[in-house]
């Protein structure tokens, strides 16, 4: 288990990158949370990690997952019967969440699995 300061450390770093990084490029704070929650409930799932790693991995899938955010929002009630009577406040920040929660694993999946398709393909 890490220390608690590396840790701390390292997500106080990651959480003032997002913040800054995301009002710069326009990302709402809602989703930016949302996201920054996900990926450090992702946390717990992976191995100890220096904090640089650690901060560049919360840095990294929070912004993915808060880019991501509005186009998985806008694409469930057209996927899902059950999405269409949910808020699309409410569907943008869950699919905040949850992307941030799931980027850190499904990342390294979609990556080999591109770079197979390209392997493949020439």
């Excluded at 809602?30 to 920054?36: G, I, R």
């Excluded at 717990?44 to 899938?61: G, K």
């Excluded at 269409?84 to 869950?94: C, F, H, K, N, W």
């Amino acid at each position: 288990m890490p220390e608690p300061t590396s840790t701390s450390t390292g997500v106080a770093i990651a959480a003032g990158t997002i913040t800054l990084t995301g009002s710069v490029v326009g990302l709402g704070y809602d989703v930016l949370f949302a996201a920054f929650v996900g990926s450090l409930f992702a946390l717990t799932l992976l191995p100890e990690m220096p904090r640089w790693r650690l901060a560049l991995t919360v840095i990294t899938t929070a912004l993915i997952a808060a880019w991501l955010a509005p186009v998985f929002a806008a694409a469930l009630p057209a996927t899902f019967v059950w999405a269409r009577s949910v808020s699309s406040d409410s569907l943008r920040l869950a699919s905040a969440g949850v992307l941030g929660a799931t980027t850190q694993s499904l990342l390294p999946v979609l990556l080999t699995f591109a770079k197979n398709r390209a392997g493949g393909a020439s």
